[in-house]
């Protein structure tokens, strides 16, 4: 065989792999955005659409009244600023807990580090529902080790408020905070210790390397368990049904958006129609969706950046 075949052959092979891995991409991005490009177009369709054998995609009757209806059945701007507030606060306390954590296991050996590590990882593994009863019944009546009865006599009710939160989220006992003392604890471990002997001959201690040395080296750690921890914040309905029962967040309003609308639309004696609900459905995803997708729009180029560092690395 000459040179001539083998050049035919390797240029054969590049275009089927090129043509594979577009089909691949193209099937992969149309699972992706078909449900978004769905609901777009359903968002924008009048109500008279929903009968029209003419319309499937584009509708007849563009309008902005499922906006409006989710919008005023949601108190969509309240709880846009309840959710942005919730996530922000335990996206940060978390990052710091879990960040803390993993380097602890990373760099501070200790007898038991690995047995512990192992528990964080059984975190991990272990459904949430497994240990829901005791920490819903601590919390609801929530002593702080016996003190606050000592002080004030009785225990306190932190349901219905951010304090769950907050304290989950300061322990690193928030949601999957297992997978980010992990990826903290793998990203620590590949930062070369000499940089850190360097610190301690340079008279620093272990938190003064820990702020100045080690954090903005893991900056691609921190932002892949920031975005993280504020998306799965965000989109978490099982620990926001259990703790927040009357505070209005997007993942509770807009589970309960079809059950109020109907009432709305019972008591105007309009009628139930579910194809209807379905509809202003899907534009409460839409709107709920909508803040993820512009936060993504301007960092994912940071975003992709840290998840190809965090791979390397770990």
């Known amino acids: 065989m000459n040179y001539n075949n083998f050049t035919s052959i390797d240029n054969w092979k590049k275009w089927l792999w090129t043509t594979v891995r577009f089909v691949l991409i193209l099937g992969l991005s149309f699972i992706i955005l078909y449900p978004i490009l769905q609901k777009i177009s359903t968002a924008f369709k009048h109500k008279s659409d929903l009968y029209s054998p003419n319309v499937i995609w584009i509708p007849e009757n563009f309008s902005i009244d499922n906006f409006k209806e989710v919008t005023r059945v949601m108190d969509y701007w309240g ?68 003190i606050i009865p000592l002080i004030t006599g009785k225990s306190v009710n932190l349901l219905d408020s951010y ?73 978490d309905s099982f620990y926001t049904t259990t703790y927040l029962t009357s505070s209005k967040v997007m993942s509770t309003q807009l589970s309960s958006l079809p059950y109020n609308l109907a009432i709305r639309l019972e008591d105007d004696t309009s009628g139930v129609d579910p194809f209807y609900l379905s509809m202003v459905q899907d534009t409460g995803i839409l709107l709920s969706i909508l803040p993820l997708i512009i936060i993504y729009l301007f960092v994912q180029r940071y975003f992709v950046e840290s998840i190809e560092r965090t791979g390397i690395v770990g």
């Not at 019944?137 to 702080?144: G, H």
């Not at 070369?192 to 272990?206: M, N, R, T, V």
């Open 163 to 235: 304090w769950p939160f907050i304290l989950t989220s300061i322990t690193g006992n928030s949601l999957k905070a297992g997978l980010y003392i992990f990826i903290f604890r793998q990203f620590f471990r590949g930062i070369p210790k000499e940089i850190e002997e360097a610190a301690y001959i340079d008279g620093a201690g272990i938190g003064k390397t820990f702020t100045r040395i080690m954090i903005p080296n893991a900056l691609p750690a921190v932002i892949t368990t920031t975005l993280f921890s504020f998306v799965w914040q965000w989109n």
């Open 79 to 146: 709880t846009l600023w309840n959710t942005v507030s919730l996530s922000s606060i335990t996206t940060i306390l978390t990052v710091i807990s879990c960040a803390l954590a993993g380097y602890g296991f990373a760099r501070l050996r200790f007898k038991g580090s690995n047995l512990l590590f192992g528990g964080v990882i059984l975190t991990i593994l272990v459904p949430p529902t497994t240990i829901l009863i005791p920490i819903y019944m601590n919390l609801k009546d929530f002593t702080l080790m016996g």
